[in-house]
């Protein structure tokens, strides 16, 4: 069984039981959240395409931990401008294990 989902303005495809590194989410952790745009659905014998999305049907997950990912460095440079130009980043993320797909 099996969902795509939009987590955050982002689709994934998520499993039962399975953990899965979302976008930073408004949630506390140990909390519980529900998804409500579901795209596509399947229990494994039939499949339930939505327009746009499946009625009726819900993604629960639990929120684990709220973390960085790694480090992302940007680089510039012009040369003989003596122009060197070096960002770093770190996106935040949260880790949620789906619990049920369903009603």
Do not use: C, W
Request: aromatic share 10%.
């Amino acid at each position: 069984m099996f969902a795509v989902v939009d987590i955050a303005g982002q689709q994934f495809k998520v499993m039962e039981k399975e953990k899965y590194y979302v976008p930073l989410l408004e949630a506390d952790k140990d909390g519980e959240i529900t998804f409500d745009n579901v795209f596509l659905f399947s229990d494994g014998k039939k499949v339930e395409i939505g327009t746009p999305t499946v009625q009726n049907i819900k993604v629960h997950a639990k929120v684990l931990e709220h973390l960085k990912d790694d480090k992302v460095f940007v680089f510039k440079k012009k040369r003989r401008k003596s122009y060197r130009f070096r960002r770093g980043h770190r996106q935040q993320l949260s880790r949620i294990e789906v619990t049920r797909i369903g009603k």
